[in-house]
Structures are given as structure tokens and as C-alpha cells.
């Protein structure tokens, strides 16, 4: 066990993406049990849990649809009946948007993506709650945007939603600190990683758009998956246990 994190386990919403598949991979590392969970990738999510040690290691993987409230209540139960306490979640979900100016945004589309991210959290948090209460406290760390602090054009669908999940984190932050709880969120900039990749291949990021956007960084370089999850294990952890409430950057300096 890790003497900073009380005995039970973590459990990883999006545990099977980019950033989430770090974060297990950091707690793991410190000796920390994992749930994991996954949308539709059971393959994928398996091979993690697998390569992580599986059983071995206090880790497994459960499918958890966040407007499905019914998955999530299974796999935290299945996760309190393996492990105990549930004493850590981390949200790290994102919804596969594109690029797009506000103007060719459609209301199916606004609807969909505020459906995923901003009611998945809720949902998230909904769920969790009672469970980091009865167990005396615990940490909500939910991976966010950069583009909350400097907005970047073509992504109001991917800061749009975080703006809502970050009003969501302070308010739990300053209503449940009472109850030993505490939250708080990563600005991440662009990570190599996940739906960046993706797009990349796609070719939505060209190299013109990549070395703009890195010439504009006082780091000058893109961040990797196992630099946000270093933070989100911190944050977690009784070294960050003065800290709540907070929206943590982890943009090379994007929003300077």
C-alpha cells in the first residue's frame, strides 16, 4: 500500500483512453488498486487490466455507460466488494469532437456532446458521492481543458462541456469539504495522446498547425500522457490534501 492514499482503491472513468490508461499505469506504480472503466473497448481494456497485473495487482475493468447511472452503481459495488473503500475517482472521459467554428455547431450535435461530457460527470459524481462520504473523504480529479484559460478557436465543443463539469468540481469542492472530500481539475493543453492522435491522422492537425502551435509554447513542445497523470495521482494524494477547488494547468505554458 501507499502510505498517501488510504487502503481501498481508485476508481478510473475512462481508465482505457490515452490519458486514462496513464493514470492507472501511475497508480499502479504506487502500490494503489484500480478500477478501471470503459465505453464500448472491452478488448482493449481487458489487455490493459492484463498488462497492468490484473488480479495480481489489485486491478480490473468494469463497462460503465455514464447516461447508464445502472453501470455505474455495478461497477463501484463490484469494485467496494473486491476492494473496500472507495477513496479516489478520476474522471478522465472525453466525447471524439470535431473541429468546428460555432456557426456549423448544430443543436443535435451541442445536445449530444453536453449529454456525454456535462451529464457524465454529474452522473460521475452522483454516483461516487455517497460512497467517498460513508468511507470519510476522498478526491475527485477530473481532467479538463487549457482552453479554459485561454480560449482556442474551433474547440468551443470540447471547452463548452468542461466549463459546466468545472463549475460542477468547485461546487463539491466547497460543499463537501466538510465531509473530508475534496476536487479538482487538470488543464490539460495539447497532449500526444488519444483523440490528438487521432485527429492528427485524420488530418485536422497538419504540420503547419502543429509547429504554430508549438512555436506559441514556452515549453515548445507537446506534453505527454504520464505528465497529467504524475499530476492526477498528486492531486489525489495526501500531498495535495490542502488543495481543492483548484483548475491545475498542464499546458506547457499555453495559458501565459
Not at 472513468?13 to 506504480?29: D, H, K, N, P
Request: net charge negative.
Amino acid at each position: 500500500m501507499n502510505d498517501l492514499y488510504p487502503s481501498g482503491f481508485a476508481l478510473v472513468i475512462g481508465g482505457s483512453g490515452g490519458v486514462g490508461t496513464a493514470i492507472c499505469q501511475e497508480l499502479v506504480a504506487n502500490n494503489i488498486p484500480v478500477l478501471l472503466t470503459y465505453n464500448s473497448n472491452r478488448e482493449r481494456a481487458e489487455r490493459l487490466s492484463n498488462e497492468l497485473g490484473g488480479s495480481q495487482a489489485s486491478v480490473s475493468c468494469e463497462q460503465v455507460t455514464l447516461q447508464d447511472l445502472t453501470t455505474l452503481n455495478r461497477a463501484i459495488s463490484r469494485g467496494i466488494a473486491q476492494y473496500g473503500r472507495l477513496h479516489s475517482v478520476f474522471i478522465a472521459t472525453g466525447y471524439d469532437i470535431p473541429q468546428s467554428p460555432i456557426s456549423e455547431v448544430t443543436p443535435e450535435l451541442w445536445q449530444r456532446v453536453m449529454r456525454s461530457d456535462a451529464e457524465g460527470a454529474f452522473n460521475a459524481i452522483h454516483a461516487t458521492l455517497p460512497h467517498l462520504r460513508d468511507g470519510g473523504g476522498g478526491s475527485y480529479v477530473h481532467i479538463s481543458s487549457a482552453g479554459l484559460l485561454k480560449y482556442p478557436p474551433l474547440d468551443i465543443l470540447s471547452v463548452a462541456p468542461k466549463a459546466a463539469v468545472e463549475e460542477l468540481i468547485k461546487g463539491v469542492a466547497k460543499e463537501e469539504g466538510i465531509n473530508n472530500i475534496r476536487a479538482n481539475s487538470i488543464a490539460i493543453g495539447v497532449i500526444e495522446t488519444g483523440i490528438f492522435l487521432r485527429l492528427k491522422e485524420q488530418g485536422v492537425f497538419d504540420d503547419a498547425w502543429i509547429e504554430g502551435v508549438k512555436s506559441a509554447l514556452p515549453l515548445n513542445r507537446f506534453g505527454q500522457p504520464e505528465e497529467v497523470a504524475k499530476m492526477a495521482v498528486f492531486l489525489a494524494s495526501d500531498n495535495a490534501a490542502y488543495t481543492t477547488g483548484q483548475l491545475i494547468p498542464v499546458d506547457g505554458g499555453f495559458g501565459v
